[in-house]
């Protein structure tokens, strides 16, 4: 299991820190002004929707019916099932591209209710021109849950790279050409579409359909693809969590001038342990609790559920504390150019710090929600996703106006904390989920050893801190990587010194 999380974390990694580049680059075309807030909040719409399926959602479904087909009825009933699952899933993104085309003032309206009519406009122009990529994300997603069903990550892990990649290009050229930002934004937006055609034509060249994965490729309308669909929706949804919570967000920030662009920023930063933990045990964790299930070997569920609590513990804790730590001097070094400013660092700083406090939270739902899922439990997941949203509408209303963008945070914080209370709590009554010995014996040492790490890295940073204040950009960056690497060697000796990694053990069980 460790390797296939190491892989399709790698390729999330990859993609998250082009995205940076990515956003940075945004930061410095647009801003943080009324542009960059409609040209956000359209793009945070898509990239919900791209989420919702990619990035191992589909995998709530579709991994445990293609698995099932495939065991049961063997691997043409299951090929097919995937094919009509695709051709289905297309036709439906399709039609609803065209309807949100028509609907997407009321649409951007409902998601920004405090923009001007001016940012409004903005909006939605930029939301219309990025529709084009609902034609590409469902097959998309389906070739990616077939390939992780199989056991197959490399591909569906490194193919989203294309995506930032076009993106960046296009910023590139816009800012060598000097546009104006309303322009670069339009432009910009029309990219995304063709950024989405492109990752769909690498990942056919995988081709899961020729190698008899997913053929032949129908769009059906029968009861089985009803109950697909009924199973598939609540996942879909429950999987998107945090993207939901931020989306919720920016309905409550969008009055206040830039706190959207802040948010966005923020959060942006948070989905990089997010993506490279959450993501990546969602992905593997389905296929392997499914056959658990299947099989009714208890064994290897305690064991899987407690390694995946385990590593997702280990990997999130210290990427909590290096965010709040670092935060001013991550977002610095990362935005505070052209026309992001030091006052929108600030602010970004300390929503990103607020926002981390949550970030715990994101990750154990991530990794709670594929026990549910492997049950063909979709509905308890998807529950959690609300009442999580409920809590951060109510505290949001409660702390935006006194506190702004940092409110909104800790009410986004406080609902990923309530979603993963409630799949906590039903799980351990729903089902006995329980930790082995070994999780038991080394939880508490992870967090003893993360909050030492915090701790050094705390002080190395307060000791260089007036040197960044007035260093050049390559002096700070050199400075926040030395930081970084002493962030991560300090964690790495702790938990070999705490008994908690034999590190020489875990490369030979690599190799093997």
Not at 428 to 449: K, N, Y
């Amino acid at each position: 299991m460790i390797r296939h999380v190491l892989t399709v974390s790698s390729g999330t990694l990859s993609s998250r820190l082009l995205g940076f580049a990515r956003d940075a680059l945004v930061a410095a075309l647009l801003g943080a002004g009324p542009v960059a807030d409609a040209f956000l909040v359209a793009f945070q719409f898509i990239n919900v929707a791209r989420r919702s399926l990619a990035e191992g959602a589909l995998n709530a479904a579709l991994v445990p019916g293609y698995l099932r087909k495939r065991d049961t009825e063997g691997a043409v009933a299951a090929a097919a099932f995937a094919g009509r699952v695709m051709g289905t899933t297309s036709a439906i993104l399709i039609a609803i591209a065209l309807l949100l085309a028509l609907l997407m003032r009321l649409v951007m309206a409902a998601l920004a209710p405090g923009f001007v009519a001016a940012t409004l406009d903005f909006a939605v122009a930029d939301a219309r021109l990025m529709l084009p990529y609902f034609a590409f994300v469902g097959p998309v997603a389906v070739m990616m849950g077939v390939l992780n069903a199989e056991h197959r990550y490399i591909m569906s892990a490194f193919s989203p790279l294309l995506f930032n990649i076009v993106l960046i290009a296009t910023l590139v050229t816009l800012m060598a050409l000097h546009r104006e930002p309303a322009s670069a934004a339009r432009l910009l937006a029309a990219t995304v579409g063709i950024a989405g055609l492109l990752q769909t034509l690498i990942l056919v060249q995988r081709r899961p359909h020729r190698s008899g994965l997913a053929e032949p490729i129908r769009v059906a309308w029968d009861a089985e693809m009803g109950g697909f669909l009924r199973k598939a929706i609540p996942g879909m949804m429950a999987n998107s969590g945090p993207q939901f919570l931020i989306v919720f967000g920016a309905i409550l920030a969008s009055a206040s001038p830039a706190s959207v662009s802040w948010l966005y920023f923020a959060n942006r930063l948070i989905e990089l342990p997010l993506g490279v933990v959450g993501v990546a045990m969602g992905t593997v964790l389905v296929p392997s609790l499914t056959r658990a299930v299947h099989d009714d070997d208890r064994s290897f569920l305690v064991k899987t559920e407690s390694r995946g609590v385990e590593f997702a513990v280990g990997l999130v804790l210290p990427a909590t504390l290096g965010l709040v730590v670092l935060a001013r001097m991550i977002v610095r070094v990362l935005f505070e150019h052209g026309a992001f400013t030091a006052a929108d660092t600030a602010a970004t700083a300390l929503a990103l710090t607020v926002l981390a406090v949550g970030l715990p939270a994101h990750v154990l739902v991530k990794t709670l929600s594929p026990a549910f899922f492997a049950r063909d439990d979709t509905a308890t997941p998807l529950v959690a996703t609300l009442c999580g949203l409920a809590t951060t509408v109510v505290a949001g209303f409660a702390l935006s106006a006194q506190f702004g963008a940092s409110g909104v945070a800790a009410s986004i914080a406080l609902g990923a904390w309530c979603s993963a209370g409630i799949l906590l709590r039903r799980g351990a009554t729903a089902f006995g989920l329980q930790l082995d010995g070994e999780a038991r014996r080394r939880l508490p040492r992870i967090v003893v050893a993360a909050l030492a790490m915090g701790a050094i890295l705390w002080l190395a940073a307060h000791f260089v801190e007036p040197v960044t204040a007035v260093a050049n950009f390559t002096a700070q960056l050199t400075i926040l990587g030395g930081l970084v690497a002493v962030g991560l060697a300090s964690y790495g000796l702790l938990l070999d010194l705490f008994g908690i990694v034999s590190w020489s053990e875990a490369i030979n069980d690599l190799r093997a």
